[in-house]
């Protein structure tokens, strides 16, 4: 089952009444739907005066563009974060920020309201991951009272308040040429629509932070197995509840394959290896690991004397040496059970333990190269800019820098010789025909009031070096590689977003520290290894459109009710999604095998990373944290 095509099935019917609503006023017959023949015919919309003929988006506008209003030439106030088509205040703000007097504000960095409306940072605090505090995370300095990036801040270049003139950028923190492009300020107001991938032709529709969402469950995982010669170590955070604090709760490591450690194995969440290429010891050790939450092997494992497993361990085969399991054992009746193995309660019968990287086969993997090859040509956004889809292909006159605003863009590769820095300044996506193969240090990162996915058809091979992203919100920047090579760095790489490369695989040279998440057809480094997390990646779905249906859809209310044939002939058009796709954070559930593994089916009925609450997380007991107890504030406080 290619839960990723199944996922967008039956998600139409939900797309066509979101475009319906915005487009009511031109009719939404087939046509508007964006589910023809051909993608590229439907360029009629046009947007606020700036003669916008790109593709229809998933707001049925061109690719980033707001909507005209076709009676007054009104802009289309519901196109606006925190205004309605009344014109009246929502709710409703882009990740990290909060409607404040009717104003969505980047609630995640703004020292005068951080966390919230109206919490005020002191004199000598900055504003990191929403919580007031002394210090930034590594790589950002402090200046006028906020984080900034020193070596790719406009405004802070190189120092603080040093900003880069007209027809410059701020690269590796000097002030050199940058690419003369377009702001597009009205079609990205509040960051711009939300990211729509395909056309449902080549490629079916589906909203990127629903990609994200889906694919991005895990600290590590591997297709195939994963193997390590120096430290592996996993932990977790949420970076819109403060800046990264070691040991959090839910970053787990995963492999369909085997997993061998010959040193260290830490991880604060969930192991997982499958063994599905039966090797018959699942999980090997040699030394003791540790493991915060739950053990799934599908055979035998065998770790290092004193392993700890913070709760129940799910091992279809024999368990050796002396281990500690928090919870249950789950174990066949003929497993062999070493004497120095305790736990809670032993329950033996069949164990059942599938597959944890659920994107990795011909017919399950992300369609990476279909994505990039529907956005080549014209059916992009670079002519509203005036951006060269040659421009970063070997010697490019001297360009640097280049700014995005919201959008779709193409560029045939990035091959460039000189240094270079790619800033995403709203809701964007960047789309590469070829390789990223600089020969020098390349920067891709975002600023925190944007979103940023990056689809690669060929490979990465960073051999200066790269940095990807701002461990200040890593689920914000994503990177999908589809090229044999895959995603390949060499020293100096700084990672704080999110990689997914099938089928070439992630392979560092040199220790490497993640803020973020991979997923890799394998995932291997020369050195040791730490994976940060960001459980923030489990909720960026919300940034997309609400899909949810009509619950009793009258068809006598909509003139073209089932003229579409697209939705009339679809079977599952305005059904429940596919119970073979497995639920997401939020997503109801009955028991923990309907939640997409690591999640487990909480107490609520909803699918869960976490049974308790991190910290940070409003609480009303000590017993709601998942460690350092209730605050006097009602947040868990840091343990």
Known sequence: MNHYRQLIKTSRWYVLIAICALVLAQGCDSDDTGADNNASADTTQSDSGDGDTSPEDLDGAGAGDTITDVDDG??????????????????????????????????STDPDNCGG?????GDAEVCSGGTCTDTCMTGLDICERKCVD??????????????????LGCVEGSCVQAADLGDRAEACVGGGPAIDLGDTVTVERQCSGELAERTFRWAVCSCEDMTTNSGLFADAYDSSMGPYVPGGEGGGIAANGYIRANSGLSTTGTLWASDDFGSGTAIQTNEAATIGMRLHAGSAVLMG???????????????????????????????????????????????????????????DRIPVGAIVADRSGTNNDNALIGL?????????????????????????????SGEIAIVANGNTAL?????????????????????????????????????????????????????????????????????YAVPGGIHTNSGVEVFGGVFGQMVSSNSGSSYHFDRRINMVGESCPDRTPDPDPDPNDDPDAGSDPDVSSDPDAGSDPDPDVCGL???????????????????????????????????????????????????CIVG
């Open 74 to 107: 009104d802009t289309n106030a519901s196109d606006t974060p925190g205004v309605d088509p009344d014109g009246d205040t929502t709710l409703e703000c882009p990740l990290y920020q909060t409607l404040c007097d009717g104003t969505c504000i980047p609630t």
């Open 585 to 635: 954070q939020t997503d109801s559930c009955e028991q923990s095998s309907d939640c997409c593994a690591p999640l487990v089916c909480g107490s609520g009925g909803e699918c869960v990373l976490l049974e308790c609450q991190p910290a940070n997380g409003a609480c009303s007991a000590h017993s709601d944290c998942c460690s350092g107890g209730c605050g006097a504030a009602g947040f």
């Open 431 to 499: 789309y590469i025909g070829g390789d990223i193969k600089p020969t020098a240090h390349i920067t891709i990162t975002l600023t925190p009031d944007a979103q940023l996915d990056i689809f690669v058809a060929g490979s990465v091979g960073a051999v200066n070096g790269m940095k990807l992203g701002s461990p200040n919100y890593p689920a914000l920047l994503r990177m999908y590689v589809g090229g044999v090579d895959g995603f390949r760095a060499n020293v100096g790489t700084e990672i704080a977003g999110f990689i």
């Open 150 to 167: 020193y070596d790719n801040d406009n405004d802070h270049c190189g120092a603080c308040g040093n900003a880069c003139g007209e027809g």
């Open 117 to 121: 409306c109206g919490v005020v940072c």
């Open 388 to 416: 060269d889809e040659n421009l970063l292909s070997g010697d490019n006159g001297g360009i640097r820098r280049l700014d995005l605003p919201c959008g779709h863009y193409y560029l045939s590769e990035i091959t460039t």
């Open 305 to 363: 004397a004193g392993t700890t497993i913070g709760g129940d361990a799910y091992i279809d085969g024999d368990v050796a040496r002396n281990m500690t399991i928090g919870g249950d054992l789950n174990a066949p009746a003929a497993a062999s059970i070493g004497a120095g193995v305790t736990y809670t309660n032993l329950q033996t019968g069949p164990v059942d333990v599938a597959s944890p990287c659920d994107a990795c086969g011909v017919d």
